[in-house]
C-alpha cells in the first residue's frame, strides 16, 4: 500500500510542487470525459485529486471506475488550482493533487444515504447504520470536540494536583432515584451485581481513604424510562475534594468550565459567575435551572387577584393555591386564537386547567387593559399589575392559577418558548449561574414522607443541623448545581462526613437501620473510621459536548447511542441469549417457563 504522507485537510498553497500521498474515501467524484476530479475526504477534511489522461493515462482510467465511498490511496504532485476555480469555503480549496498513481484499497456498497444529504433521512435509519453516519465531517467534528474537552479536563485537574482512579463498574445495587442495571453472578447463584448509577460512595470512600483530590471521566447507568434528553448509558466528569467548603469546589470548577469555553469555543466567561439561591430561581423563574438569557421574569400578583372579580383566581388562592404570571414583550404578535390554542394547550401539557391574558395599550397616554381580563380589575388594580410586571404598550401579559408547584412547571417551559419566539436572546451566548440553597428535602405527599432533593448523603447547612429533629422542611442543604441557558450541566453538595448526622438523615427518609445496613453497610462501617469534611461534583459530559456543539441531540454527540427506548439500532442490542448462557446464571426467563408449562400440559395429556 502507498505509505500516506499527510492528511485531507492540510495541503496548503505552500506545499505547490510537493510530491505527496494521500488516502481516504472518495467524498465525490465529476468525469469530464478528458479530466477525473475526485473530492478526497477523511477526518481533517477534503482535497481535489486531478487525473489527466495525458499524463497519467493508467490512473486516469482507474480513476473512471471509482465511486462514492470507496477506499483509495493516491500519490501525486500539488499545485495551485487555476484562477477562478478556487473554493473559498475548503481550506484546502487554493490546491489540487495532479495523480500520477491510484490505488483502490476498498470497495463498496452503494451506501443507504448520501453522506452531504445525512441529516434529511430518518434517525433510525442513520442510527442502524452509525458506521455510515459517523463518517459525515459534523459527527466527527463533535467527537473531536468530545475529546479535546476530556483532555482539557485531565490537564486541569492534573495541575491541580487530582489523581484520575477507576472505580467498579459491577458494584453492589444501592438504589440512587432510579432503576439499576442488574447484572447476575455465575459464581454466586442468586446474587446480582449492579452497573452504578455514578461513583457516589466509592468517591466518598477515596476520601475517607487519605486520596484528598479525585476525578474520573466515568460512564454511569441509569434504567431509567425514554427521555430526548438522557441516555441510559452516559459519561461524567466526576470529582471529589477533601477539606473543602461549597466555595472551594464552585470556584475550581467554574474556573474548569471558563477554560473548556475558552479552549473549545474562545468565549471568555466571567469569573466568578453568578450565584442564584434555590427560592429565587423558583420565585423568578419557577424553575430551578433558569435560562438568564432573558428577563421575563414570573411575578406573585395573588394579592391583587383576590380582590378581583374574576372566579378562577379567587377560587384558586381560596384553594390555597396562587396566581402568577408573565409579561412577554411585544406579545402583541399573538393573536387571540395563538392565546386560547396554542398557547393554552401547552401550558395544559404541564397540568395547568387554563391560561389568562390581558393586552396592554397606551390609550390618550394611558397604559390600560385591553381584551381578556380587562373586565374583571379595577383601574387602580390594574395599575398595580402593570407597575409590578413592568409592562409597557403592546406587551402581553399571561397568567396562571393553580397550586404553586403546577403554576411553576407550566409557566417556566412557557417562558422559555416565548422567549425564543419572540428572539428575546442571541442564541450564541452564554449565561452561567450557579444555583445554591437548596432545601435538603422535599415532602413526598403520596408516601407521606421526607425524600432528598439531590441524593441522602447531601450535607445540611451547620447551622440547621438542630433542625433534624424539629424542622426538617426547613433545613437547606450544602448543595449546588451550575446552570447554563436553562441546562444543568453539573450538580454536587458538601456530603455528610459524621455517622450521627447520617443516620439522622436515613431516619428522616424512612430508611431503617436494617436498611441502611444491606444497602450501604460499607459505607457505614467507612466513615466510622475517620472522614475528612469532603465535597465535590459530577458534570454531565454528554450536556456538555450538546451545549458546545449546539445540537439538542444527545445522540449526536454520543459515538454509540441507544434510541428513546433504549436500543442500539447497529448491534440490535438488548437482544434474547442462548438458554445455555441463561442456565449458567441460574436464569429462567418467562418465555422459558411458558415453555416448560406447555411440555408439562403435553406430557400430562399424553
Known sequence: MLKRTHNCGQLRLEDACKRV????WVNSYRDHGNLVFIDLRDREGLTQLVFNPDTQPEAHKLA??????????????VRPRSAGMENPKLPTGQIEVLVYQLEILNIAKTPPFEIDSADKVGEELRLTNRFIDLRRPQMQRKLQIRHRVSQVVRHYFDQLGFWEIETPMLAKSTPEGARDFLVPSRLLKNCFYALPQSPQLFKQILM??????YFQIVRCFRDEDPRADRQAEFTQIDVEMSFVDSDDVIRVHENLVAKIWKEILNVDVTIPMQRMTYQEAMADYGIDRPDLRFGMKLHDISDIAKQSTFKVFTSAIEDGGIVKGLCAPAGEKYSRSDIEKTL??????????????????NEGGNLTFIGGLGKYFNPEQQRQIIQQFGAKDGDLILLVADKEQIVNKALAPLRCKLGRELKLYDEDSF???????????????????????????????????????????????QAYDIVVNGSEIGGGSIRIHNPKVQAKVFKLLNISQE????????????????AP??????????????????????????????????QC????????????????????????????????????QE
Open 21 to 24: 500521498m494521500l488516502a481516504g
Open 64 to 77: 473512471r471506475s471509482v465511486r462514492c465511498e470507496w477506499v483509495i490511496a493516491a500519490q501525486g504532485t
Open 208 to 213: 475517607v481513604s487519605g486520596i484528598d483530590k
Open 344 to 361: 393554552t394547550e401547552f401550558v395544559a401539557d404541564y397540568g395547568a386547567r387554563g391560561l389568562s391574558w390581558v393586552r396592554l395599550k
Open 431 to 477: 449565561q452561567f449561574v450557579w444555583v445554591v440553597g437548596f432545601p435538603l428535602f422535599e415532602w413526598n405527599e403520596q408516601e407521606k414522607r421526607y425524600d432528598s432533593l439531590h441524593h441522602p448523603f447531601t450535607a445540611p447547612e451547620p447551622s440547621d443541623l438542630d433542625k433534624l429533629d424539629t424542622d426538617p422542611a426547613g433545613i437547606c442543604s
Open 515 to 530: 436498611q441502611a445496613e444491606r444497602q450501604f453497610g460499607f459505607f457505614l462501617r467507612a466513615l466510622e473510621y475517620g
Open 533 to 566: 469534611p469532603h465535597g465535590g461534583i459530577a458534570f454531565g459530559l454528554d450536556r456538555l459536548i450538546m451545549l458546545l456543539t449546539g445540537t439538542d441531540n444527545i445522540r449526536d454527540v454520543i459515538a454509540f447511542p441507544k434510541t428513546q427506548s433504549g
Open 569 to 604: 439500532l447497529l448491534t440490535d442490542a438488548p437482544s434474547e441469549v442462548d438458554q445455555k448462557q441463561l442456565d449458567e446464571l441460574n436464569l429462567r426467563t418467562q418465555k422459558h417457563l411458558r415453555a416448560i408449562e406447555q411440555e408439562k400440559r403435553l406430557s400430562t
